[in-house]
């Protein structure tokens, strides 16, 4: 099965208990301290020759590892890893191509470089280290005083290194990153040149970058495909990739004439090879019914070329990012598309991320779709829970953490919902370019239950349809609660709710079945009661807020003076006034009844952060009481 | 030095390495778990006679603890202890007369028996076990995971048993309370009757109750006394303790005429034998100056013929508190009285609690001063921050913990305080009935500096003058930021501030040297602004809020309608409104300046709190990197 190279492996033997088909190697230093500096030479050219020289291929070993990322745009870097609930561990295989003189890979709060819990393997020129090390604000590297990165083995490759470590999702190490659920910020370092010493490190000196993924991903069972599956590939034709960091590109193509009603069961990206850090992500979406036929665009979605009735091509069928493996609907569900009352055009958008500008790149990515005749039992659906579209949800310039919340109420939930509830099993959640966290929270009987999906580490950057781990029944009565955390610091002026880029959202796209016609389920304040506040800004500080008919709310929230005061009342407000519920069969069309002035959810119980288990290996624990004497006898 | 009796202590052999002089024991039975139930005989009764027979009278250890508190009414527990502050740990002596079944003892957060941290002794009428345990939001007893009190000594006693136990501040152990600086809450209970299991004890079912104290004392150098120190003792004489829970007795007495300019440089409290657990503080205040005589009142507090003059006696020249040991002042500093410009009459205050209603006792409980005629270096004086006493604070009904804070401005320190700057060497916080937390901070060039004195366990049942651990040094331009937490959960109304026991205060008396002619520098909020906070209220909600001339602030308080967005504003208000500043000689004389409609100092940075270090016996921590290979050399 597994060969072992001679003089290649390198196995540090206090972790071989953790391997099972790898026990190979062949020197074994002891741990030393060698932190302080040893007599560093000069040839740094010529320890790299000897270095490279000294490493010869070998086969890789088979990969237990289901997941994938490249690190870098230019591939130098490609991180594999496998998860275990049960140990509540991750696995790590780094491979480095053509390594120089060390590396570092690690995690932080939103991919800077400063705070970052890192591994660090680095020469001084004489020796080698692996070490669980941190950065601190300046960049500057030190050792962690609790090693929680265990390396298991150092193997070259035929083209490099591989370094095989791990790491339990919690260390209680105050110097090293929680690994939740949500959004990973992975940092990555390339080191050129010896050091004499951990502590000679800074980051800001080195070729660094970052990569964002979901670590810890759902594994649910996948559901067996059926015999009938069917395939369809939605691709754009041989895409010359423009030669900049950014490109969204538009492709609308059409279903087949006379197309019938099939169910979507799963679906996968392709990426054309060579391409892989190139695209960032993908989503094909369905175009209005309303509208019998759409131009067949090809090109940039920014371009003043594209035909406007593309926008109404916005109903998600299918979406992937960087990192996402094949979705599988449950067994029970699929999306219906095809046959009447649903158009025939497709509209497929693929980010390419070109920040080394790469020219002369052709690529036709894009993504397959899994379907079946044999309709399953339940249709899927999405549905819009957060924030309406509106400039009356505003978030105030220079706010790092501002919160918006969006409620869908127990009284469209009564409404729209069947008895037997319905099932959410994915999410995807939506912010434009200030959004930094999103959760939604299930309440029932005024209290919070469950997180529906939370993202602490959200970046408008990456979002992706990501399965829940536990699917959530919702049941008509139900509350969901949706909050966007926004951060403003490099804004002027105050950032309004609405469409446009530089506008803001807070939507959370869940995946649900059995479909219902509640489609959206979003709210907003009130306008009277906003205007109520524009007017006590005026009150209180004397400035000119017009609160005359011919002011726009975007107008009125840009001439407030945004004292500290001014902001808290905001806020004050929005915890407070009565909303206006979104609560739609589609974007136009409302459920019957009053849903303005309703009031905000009563909330008497909050969900409290769970206390991260340090892991059981570290901490010492008696369970036994001491026994002191005998009293009662003798 | 030290006897062993036979048969008398025990000790858990583990623990033997932690003992110096007490290697005394005859019966080491093995720790076992015995938590399941043994078959537990009935005669209780019987039980507890063999158990008084059996223990013999022996002389207890000589005493290493410096501390002493008892801990019920009745004088059943008493406590001592002793710090390391190396160790950072704490060595506790509880004494246990005519011990029952078992006995609780631990701490809380404010002296509750639910969510207690404790320890308990208690026997199944079998065996008896001693545990590191907590108690449930119900009561309940479970055994603590991690086992942090550790039981060094059981040895009967006369008339009872003695526990000699240690507990670090910090054991990391999320059911432990942190022990801190600050008031400690420390809870107790008599078992009265065996129990099966740890789990089988409730609290509820118990005779128990609390007591506050400082645990972690300052333990700065007391300083010599000079051969010239005379003392001179502020007593009552022969009061009959009323036999009613609180009494707050008055005694006004005065100086021997021609009494000339004094330094007080210490005193300590003389409490009457017997009545330890009833007298619970005491204070000596100075009357002012500017009345020539005070009557010689002897009575109740609150009586009715207590003649109003006594109120100008306010002027603290020593306070005592249960638990607290002799003041020193700083060998260079004392408190001048006597002499031309000062008053000769002196009021005693002294609380007694007494829940028992104990009838018939008799007390001459008063404070001892230690004073010289050489005078000292330097005056020590007082000065008063936080709060100006005006209803312009008010903290809303139902709040659970509302903030206010008072300033004393950088403007006011550049004023009256010299350019050496001043030296705050202790510190007393005062608030009414319903402050639950007191801070003050010193900030310079825009940040926090450091903490002058806080705690986060404030009880006004529990008001000393404490030594802080560290002077601290303020000079002209800093800002000093006192802060107090209010909980009004009890409440209809708005409590604003004033001088009446339902209303508040917000305070830090401090106590520093040299004295300056500044003893007031306290600020609340601009009143102008208040008055636009009711118009907004006004505006908003269309209520009633005069803003009239004939309103008063606690009227109009009185009538705004609590909602969440008035309360969320005032705290609005008082984070953004200009103050007005007390910048004062005496309570009457201002320093020359324009004091009104001050700016709100602006802190840019804030101190965090420390994170506590857990103890190092207790986590693993590996500080070596390891070493990978010898990739340099062959």
Not at 279 to 286: A, G, I, L, T
Not at 309 to 324: D, I, K, M, P, Q
Not at 388 to 397: D, G, L
Request: with cysteine; charged share 20%.
């Amino acid at each position: 099965m597994h060969k072992c190279p001679s003089g290649a492996a390198v196995l540090i033997p206090a972790m071989q208990a953790h391997l099972t088909n790898q026990h190979c190697w062949n020197s074994l230093p002891s741990p030393s301290v060698r932190e302080a500096a040893s007599m560093y030479s000069t040839a740094v050219a010529i320890f790299l020759v000897i270095l490279v020289a000294a490493l010869q291929s070998s086969e890789p070993p088979e990969s237990p590892f289901p997941y994938h990322i490249p690190l870098d745009p230019d591939g130098i870097l490609e991180l594999s890893w496998n998860i275990s609930y049960v140990q509540e561990t991750i696995h790590f295989l780094l491979q480095v191509q053509g390594l120089r003189a060390g590396v570092l890979f690690g995690m932080s709060d939103r991919g800077e470089l400063e705070n970052a819990d890192l591994i660090m393997l680095w020469t001084d020129g004489n020796r080698s280290y692996f070490a669980d090390a941190w950065s601190d604000q300046k960049g500057q590297i030190h050792l962690d005083a609790q090693q929680d990165y265990q390396l298991l083995q150092v193997q070259r490759t035929s083209d490099g290194l591989s370094l095989l470590f791990k790491r339990p999702f919690v260390t209680c190490d105050p110097k090293d990153y929680l690994i939740e659920d949500d959004t990973v910020h992975l940092v990555y370092g390339i080191l050129e040149e010896p050091f004499q010493s951990l502590e000679a490190i800074n980051t800001s000196g080195l070729h660094t970058g970052l990569q964002r993924v979901q670590l810890l991903k759902s594994e649910v069972p996948t559901p067996d495909m059926p015999a009938d599956v069917q395939t369809m590939e939605i691709r754009a034709p041989d895409v010359l990739i423009p030669d900049h960091e950014t490109t969204y590109w538009c492709y609308v193509t059409e279903l087949p004439q006379d197309f019938s009603r099939h169910h979507i069961i799963m679906y996968e990206a392709v990426v054309t090879e060579g391409n892989e850090a190139l695209v960032h992500h993908m989503e094909v979406f369905q175009c209005a019914a309303e509208f019998k036929s759409f131009p067949h665009f090809n090109g940039p979605c920014d371009s003043k070329m594209k035909p406007d009735r593309l926008n109404y091509c916005r109903h998600v069928l299918a979406a992937w990012a960087l990192g996402a493996k094949a979705f599988y609907y449950p067994e029970e569900a699929g999306v219906a598309f095809g046959g009447l009352g649903s158009s025939r055009y497709l509209r497929l958008e693929v980010h390419y991320h070109n920040p080394r500008n790469i020219r002369g790149r052709h690529d036709s990515s894009g993504i397959r779709l899994y379907y079946t005749a044999t309709l399953r039992q339940f249709n899927a659906g999405i549905m819009e829970l957060g924030l309406v579209y509106t400039p009356v949800m505003a978030i105030p310039p220079q706010e790092t953490a501002f919160v918006l919340t969006g409620y869908c109420t127990d009284k469209c939930t009564m409404l729209a919902l069947p008895p037997s509830g319905i099932r959410i099993f994915a999410s995807q959640l939506h912010t434009h370019l200030t959004g930094r966290k999103v959760v939604t929270v299930l309440a029932r009987g005024g209290q919070e239950r469950k997180v529906v999906n939370r993202d602490n580490h959200y970046s408008p950057h990456f979002q992706e349809i990501r399965m829940l781990k536990k699917v959530v029944s919702v049941f008509p009565g139900d509350v969901l609660i949706t909050s966007c955390t926004y951060n403003t610091e490099d804004r002027k002026l105050a950032t309004v709710g609405g469409f446009g880029i530089l506008e803001e959202m807070c939507v959370n796209y869940v995946h649900y079945y059995p479909q219902t016609e509640l489609e959206l389920c979003k709210s907003a304040v009130n306008d009277g009661y906003l205007q109520k506040y524009f007017h006590q800004v005026n009150s209180f500080n004397n400035e000119e807020v017009c609160t005359c008919p011919q002011a726009s709310v975007p107008e009125q929230f840009t001439s407030v003076p945004w004292n500290s005061y001014n902001r808290d009342m905001l806020k004050a407000l929005y915890r407070f006034a009565p909303i206006s519920m979104h609560c739609n069969k589609t974007s136009a069309v409302r459920f019957q009844g009053e849903w303005n002035l309703q009031p905000l959810p009563e909330i008497t119980s909050t969900l409290k952060d769970p206390t991260p288990n340090c892991p059981t290996g570290q901490a010492v624990s008696h369970t036994n009481p001491t026994t002191v004497v005998n009293w009662g006898r003798g």
